[in-house]
């Protein structure tokens, strides 16, 4: 295979990858609800629509926004501290903790929503915007875990030695260099729990109730029941706003997603 | 360990183990007790253990659907692979001002949710979508495209490509490039190198994105919702269905459970690749 | 012709030259070093030859058939890479039987051929091993088995001796010479070393900046260096600006600051022009007595420094108050001490005076 080549199917299969989202993107700007591509003219009629729609701005803002920037918050806090305990301060039983905080990785995120669902309604919990964080917290935390983790590991020991024979008690010191060296970590975790909520769809589906609709799930009914391209318009908001956000991470943090 | 030590670790990991216990662990053994409980319409289960939920699933319907799923697992993987190889090696073989850009092209449709790619499948392939558009102005019938198994299978390659790239991709990038070019200098075309230096050198690549790719492919439940029609039911619908709408939440317990133990057992192999392969790396 | 042609090679990368119009041959069964620092396109040049890299213009033969535009696994050129890319995953035996396998050959041939291989580089009982249980030198061994097996025409050498320690890397220097004569293959060996180039070759291509500066056997290089630059990487130099005081086929005289130095050898200069002398440091000769010599290029001078390095002694000696030569002596010599501030007389002989056109400072 010549480089030529090799290129040549290297683009195929980015268009295959892209063609979805790129497709969305151009339906959003047509002014007919025919789904044609090319777009025959552009217009931001289905914009409009979106902002119009009284429920696809309470799934946007009230719902999706609000859940994802709480389970950012929230899994940053929590992930990262425990983060700091496995890496620097446990020392027994790490492998077992460790693999418990990656745990959900494992699991089908179906069967987390499932299992949350008939949990919640076990113990009597109404549907509610906490319901989704903490549902959505079991998807981030691994990501910040690991990033936090990650980053730790990353840093010389001998640095906060150096600190130490400068005058630092050993928490000044951790505080004074090791935490700002973590601080990309913990930002680029932040960014990611973010996102993960904002996207997630499988658990929405099973944790979400009438009044507490994700963006996704609003999309999800509305393709099976009302398909125009107002979806589009809020697709291609969702779309901008995650690129958004990766790019910074990407840039700001040269990141490298593992999976 | 120092009792101080010990004590800092309590405090640091108290809220996070709190919430992976009360959150994960207790649901999840919630799930396993109740599929092994009876089904009934009106208090949704009860106490009697019975077994009959788990020989509910040796009915040919259930055997099919499970059959499906695996099938469907399967075909992704291996379309994911054969696609995804030459994308990973490319990108492996980039020079750094191009990576970013390419990896970003990569990762973000991953992160945005799939129904969004979904609907634009739907839009790429649907009765009044845009091939069929371009086949009617050629002058040709319109074609079902959608709402089949191979509709499923090209939702799931596209949602899951990433998964198979990124691991396959750290996997090439330890070979280094002169051991490629020392294949070529001895004679290697392109086929050779690829069987008999590439491939065997980045198999635990391979096999990490094999195993992330299956084990999410076999739980998925939008992709078949949307593409798969009535024809293409795989487990993750069932498992909505008995919870959301028939409400037979033992049975769906044990559709869980089984789910749950093949993905799990994948996963942790995944997990333990990945592992041999980020020491070969060097990195954490 | 047989063996290797490079007419005119050029490579560029963006705006730099890399390799311009660089043009050698090596005669089959020549050894011919393409000898210069970092960045001076010798590597380049070779991954031409190899096939890894495309030039811009110029030809490369082998036996009179030219390999531009063939792709490298079609060349029949063994490459030996400097961190000996052995495939990790295959034993010794499956290494060097890599290109064997390739060519489809039958099991006994190949099991004959890696065998023979191995005995050549003196690699015997070590068939099973993987390239991670081996040494450094074992490994590079094993690279240049893998590459002989196939008998190519060509062998290309990268810097292959660079990552093994000193003791080593003499050890293996002598070894590959001797293989290589043995076989009677044509070798391009490139290597920033000079000592290595100056003890292996038939032939030394000396480049500086994607360009020849000269080719010569050893001796031509080391004794007749023709620019200013392949004298000063060649051994140590007393290098010395000056100008043509006149000149014959007989000989040149120089003027240096308000010296005169003869040379013996004629050169292509005209009076007044802008000369650089080389000077020898080994061949500078302090005499006792200033009637010992004949007339010219007998210089008064102090001695500023003494090295002593075991072997040699390395003197600093300020030469007519103002010009600073560098002579090597062999300690064993010199049975009087030689301490800073002694006065003595500097020699040179006319046959030891070279004359070399000035360059332009580089911009």
Known sequence: ?259 | MTAARGRVAFVLLAPGLTMLTLFLLVPLGLIVVISVFTYSPTQLWLPPVTTANYQKFFHPYYLGVTWTTVRIGLITTLVCAVLGYPLAYFLARLRSRWLGLCLFLLVTPLMVSSVIRIFGWLVILGRQGLVNAALGAAGFARVDLLYNEPAVVVGLTELLLPFMVLPLMTAIETIPRSVEEAARNLGAGSFALFRRVLLPLSLPGLVSGALLVYSVSISALVTPALMGGRKTRMLGNLVYDEVLTSMNWPFASSIAVVLLVVTGAVMVTYLRTMRVLARRVGRP | MRGLEVRDLTRCYSDAVVVGRVSFTAAEGEFVSLLGPSGCGKTTTLRCIAGFETADAGDIRVDGQSLVGLPPHRRDVGLVFQNYALFPHLTVFENVAFGLRLRRRPAAEIARRVDEALRLVDLVGLDARHPSQLSGGQQQRVALARCLALEPRLLLLDEPLSNLDLKLRLQMRTEIRKLQRRLGKTAIYVTHDQGEALALSDQIVVMSRGRVEQIGTPREIYETPRTRFVADFIGASNLLAGSVASASSDGVVVRVGNLSLTSSHGADVASGQAITVLIRPERVRLVLRADDRPGSNLLAGRVVDVVYLGEDLQVSVEVEGRLALTVNLKASDTDKELAPGAAVTVWIAPSDVRVLPAEREAS
């Open chain 1, 1 to 259: 295979m010549t480089r030529a080549s090799l290129l040549t199917v290297v683009v195929l299969i980015y268009l295959f990858l892209l063609a979805p989202l790129i497709i969305v993107v151009a339906v959003s700007f047509d002014p007919t609800d025919a789904f044609r591509f090319p777009p025959s003219g552009v217009s931001l009629r289905w914009y409009a629509a979106f902002f119009a729609s009284e429920t696809f701005l309470r799934a946007f803002f009230r719902v999706s926004l609000v859940v994802a920037v709480v389970v950012s918050v929230l899994a940053t806090a929590v992930g990262g501290l425990a983060a700091i305990g496995l890496v620097r301060f446990l020392t027994r039983g790490r492998t077992l903790v460790e693999t418990l905080f990656l745990a959900p990785i494992v699991v089908p995120e179906i069967l987390l929503g499932a299992a949350l669902f008939l949990y919640y309604s076990r113990i009597k919990m109404t549907t509610s915007i906490a319901g989704l964080v903490l549902g959505h917290l079991l998807l981030a935390i691994p990501y910040v875990v690991r990033a936090v983790a990650a980053g730790l590991a990353g840093i010389d020991r001998s640095l906060e030695e150096a600190a130490m024979s400068l005058g630092a008690s050993r928490p000044q010191a951790f505080w004074k260099v090791t935490v700002p060296m973590i601080r990309s970590s913990l930002l680029s975790g932040a960014i990611f729990a973010f996102i993960v909520s904002f996207s997630d769809i499988n658990i929405a589906l099973f944790v979400s109730g009438p009044d507490t609709v994700t963006l996704p799930v609003h999309v999800f009914s509305q393709i099976i029941w009302q398909a125009d391209p107002t979806i589009a318009a809020a697709s291609t908001l969702q779309i901008v706003l995650i690129a958004a956000l990766l790019a910074v991470a990407q840039r700001a943090f040269r990141l490298r997603v593992t999976v």
